[in-house]
């Protein structure tokens, strides 16, 4: 077999297309603008929604002033986001270029501590009563069924081999 000599990328003119404007591909733009030097003009982020963020986006809800209703959450742990911490530990804050944003991140939820509300809102951002959606003890179960089980014994399963015709 012949040995090819490889020419080495030129980072400089590198162009990064990243699907995803949520946590990972921000997260990729960050690392390849810190670790592979690629100039951030030719990292694009092409993103679905109108706000960027993933499911780690949140807003103001139009109902209540002074509430916020976040689609993911904020409890990113230590031991969970190890690389995400790392990253953020090299880049300074925007506001305070003295520290980085991961001490700016942990100075924000020390004194906004997460008071959630709901685990469940409609689309008005009003909380909804699980309750009422009908699902009784048994439909529950078929749900919490469904996620505990790995992915080969789902298989090409229906859905109708998971829940009963009430579901």
Known sequence: MQNKKRTPLDTQQSHLWIIGGGIAG???????????KVPAKNIHILEE????????DGGHTPHAAQAWVTRGGRMLTDETYLCL??????IPSLENPDISVREECR?????????????LIDAEHVIADAAKLGL????????LRLLASKEE???????????DEAF
């Open 49 to 56: 929604l109108d706000i960027s963020g993933g499911s780690m």
């Open 85 to 90: 911490w790392d990253l953020f530990s090299s």
């Open 26 to 36: 921000m997260a990729a733009a960050a690392f390849a603008i810190r670790d592979a």
């Open 153 to 163: 014994k789902i298989g090409s399963r229906r859905i109708d081999e998971f829940f």
């Open 136 to 143: 009784n003890t048994l439909h529950r179960a078929q749900m």
């Open 107 to 119: 100075e924000f939820n020390e004194k906004l501590k997460t008071h959630a509300n709901a685990r």
